[in-house]
């Protein structure tokens, strides 16, 4: 892992390093300082550059403490994380680079980006005026209101984005969540909080939760075939088959 | 060793309830903790006649008997709970098949043993499930099985279809299926649902030796200009296609993608193979030099073992990753395999066969995890040999999809006999770490099989029952004939009983491809 980051990075050689090698540890350390990272001040930098210096392991320590990098016991797992870390820096100083290439771009490139003034911003969020529009609202929407007019605001925003937007009006069966209905009345909760309104709405937080999480699995998975879209190409050959000897 | 008469031998023994023993301190030296097994009446006599034989005047010295070995396993430095033994256990190298044991991670005295985890490092099970029934698939059962078993080369020798050179395997012990994945040869949906997300973390390709890639490289799925020789089978490969039998659990079937008896699943068995067994020889003897070093006891030189915090400790979890990476690869190289060979029969995409998998579960393997030990939370390296994980539902470590019904356990009958789908339950994570049964469990050894079957006769038996067969050597078919296995439903009967997992569906199999 450590040297295929090396080598996306550009590090000289990366396939035939030997990582275990002090020497080599050393000077890996100081070209990421030099060449990417490049957050010391020039003396630790240099001091860095001089990998046969004897206090070299004494200014490393402090070197990687200010860059902020976690115990983690070995020295190779200390390199993974500075690499990690140069890695993020990369790819931060190349961002629109390949923000050009994301997926999600490149479906909607011709799109332009216009940020508009957020009327939001100037409304007074305790007036009763504002309190009561937020309750009709809430009313219309089948909403119970909460005694907070923001929270209900939340409330009410959700419903419409996931149901009112114009691509769900129009194409309703799109997102109504199909499926066969599951009894989790009967199910067990896993643990008894000794109340029975308690225990359903805990019953209910917990669906809450399966549902958040299996969006976001399918979003997991989503990233995946995209990126599979990339890399993958699978081969076979009937002709290496072969059975016994 | 202490030599007793069996009627002694039983005073440790205790029934403590109809489908469970506990083996007290003292049935073995050095016992740290109890013991306990799961058994129901007929599994029962078979393991007191295991015991009663080895008791017998002349035989001391010879095999252990399993419930031996979960004493045995009981005395090692660092164990926590009690070794137990599931339904279906054996007696094995060192542990027995079927023995689960959990060591205290913290604890600087506590082991690890490759003999805990077994030579086949994550053999295991996967199920796909397809939306074709019976009626689609018995005119072309034969084609079928003949296509799966050209598709799927199986047996000793055997070379795959899917090319792979060395860098190739480096990648796939370090990636697992996310090799698989980044390659193609499988559906993203298929990660979520299979153990540890089909990757060991911390695998690491550098610890595992020259030798155990020699043996990775021709078998099974791959292909290899230079061919290496592989001598080792120990399970081979299995591809059973089954129909849905029954269904006890409809709404976790339901959940599973199963609705109706008649459906047509597909189940991969398979391991690691030579690569694993090179992996777990490797590491036997690095850990008799450590014993000796660190002064480990055992009461069985085939428990091998070494600390988990010394270096040939963390060697051998970081290469029996890479063997469980590789495991890995194997089975969803052959899902891959398997999809083709019914969209070819069938003339339609995998999609729209809804070919997924369901599960895939791991039987021989050691993991990190986090379990209540009398009311505290502990971290445990959990070894289970022949012995399946079975979370409850709402484990944190299960899919999404079946966080209301538990982890769906897989247990693989034999070729003649029914396979079943389990849950786990709160109350096996409770008394056995999330643990249960594998599968049938032998009961007569594989040279035993061959003395005293005769193939002929299981191959009529099977064709009576409806069930086509390909096999690659008809040894196999002797080795691996329903007699040889005890009875899986009482074993399945048993865990559900004892409330240690729960049944769901039953699979009855209508042809069988092995190697």
Known sequence: ??????????????????????????????????????????????????????????????????????????????????????????????????LKHAVENMKSKNVPDVVAENPLDKLNFRSNEFVDGVNELAKILNTVPHPDPLITLRAVRKVIVKRMAPDCVEHAEKYIVKGTPFPFEEHALGFDLKDPVLNRAAKIMRMIYIQDLRELQTRANELIVAVQNIT??????????KVGY | ??????????????????????????????????????????????????????????????????VKQIANVAALPGIVGKSVGLPDVHSGYGFAIGNMAAFDVNDPESIVSPGGVGFDINCGVRLL???????????????????????????????????????????????GMDWSLREGYIWAEDKEHCEEYGRMLNADPAKVSMRAKKRGLPQVIFFSKKS?????????????????????????????????????????????????????????????????????????????????????????????????????????????LSRQAFAKQFNMAPDDLDMHVIYDVSHNIAKVEEH???????????????????????????????????????????MGTCSYVLTGTEQGMFETFGSTCHGAGRALSRAKSRRNIDYTDVLQKLEYMGI????????????????????????????????????????????????
């Not at chain 2, 959990?382 to 979370?391: D, E, N, P």
């Open chain 2, 372 to 414: 209540l030990v009398d009311g505290k939370p502990k971290t445990l390296l959990v070894h289970r040999k022949g012995s399946t994980r079975a979370f409850p539902p709402h484990h944190p470590l299960i899919p999404v999809d079946y966080q209301l019904t538990g982890q769906p356990v897989l247990i693989g009958g034999t």
């Open chain 2, 1 to 66: 060793m202490v030599v007793r008469q069996y009627q002694q031998e039983l005073e440790y023994l205790e029934k403590i309830s109809s489908y469970c023993w506990r083996i007290k301190k003292g049935f073995q030296p050095n016992m740290r903790v109890e013991g306990v097994f799961y058994v129901n009446q007929t599994l029962e006599k078979l393991m007191l006649d295991e015991l009663r034989n080895a008791c017998r005047p002349g035989m001391v010295g010879g095999f252990l008997p399993g």
């Open chain 2, 468 to 515: 086509s067969i390909r096999v690659a050597s008809p040894k196999l078919v002797m080795e691996e004939a329903p007699e040889s296995y005890k009875n899986v439903t009482d074993v399945v009967n048993t865990c559900h009983a004892a409330g240690i997992s729960k049944k769901c569906i039953k699979l009855r199999p209508i042809a069988v491809i092995k190697g």
């Open chain 2, 129 to 175: 499930r397809t939306n074709l029934y019976e009626s689609d698939v018995l005119p072309v059962k034969e084609q079928l099985a003949q296509s799966l078993f050209d598709h799927i080369p199986v047996g000793v020798g055997s070379k795959g279809i899917i090319p792979m050179n060395a860098r190739d395997l480096e990648e796939a012990l370090e990636m």
């Open chain 1, 232 to 241: 993958a190409n699978p081969k076979t050959d009937t002709k290496l088959g």
């Open chain 1, 1 to 98: 892992m450590s040297k295929r980051i090396l080598s996306a990075l550009n590090y000289p050689q990366a396939e035939s390093l030997n990582l275990n090698d002090e020497a080599t540890f050393r000077r890996i350390i100081a070209w990421l300082e030099i060449n990417i990272i490049k957050q010391a001040p020039n003396v630790i930098a240099n001091n860095l550059k001089n990998i046969t210096a004897r206090d070299w392991d004494e200014i490393y320590n402090r070197y990687k403490d200010s860059l902020g990098c976690p115990p983690v016991g070995s020295k190779l797992e200390e390199l993974q994380w500075i690499l990690g870390y140069a890695a993020q820096i990369e790819t931060n100083d190349n961002r629109s680079l390949y």
């Open chain 2, 228 to 336: 290496f020789y592989c001598p080792f089978l120990f399970h081979g490969i299995k591809v059973y296609i089954y129909e849905l039998d029954e269904i006890y659990d409809k709404w976790a079937a339901c959940k599973m993608g199963i609705e109706e008896k008649g459906q047509i699943c597909v189940m991969i068995h398979s391991g690691s193979r030579g690569f694993g067994h090179q992996v777990a020889t490797d590491a036997l003897v690095q850990m008799e030099k450590a014993m000796k070093r660190d002064n480990i006891e055992t009461n069985d030189r085939q428990l091998a073992c070494a600390r988990i915090s010394s270096v040939e400790g963390q060697d051998y979890l970081k290469s029996m990753a890479a063997a469980a990476n590789f495991a890995w690869v194997n089975r969803s190289s052959m899902t891959f």
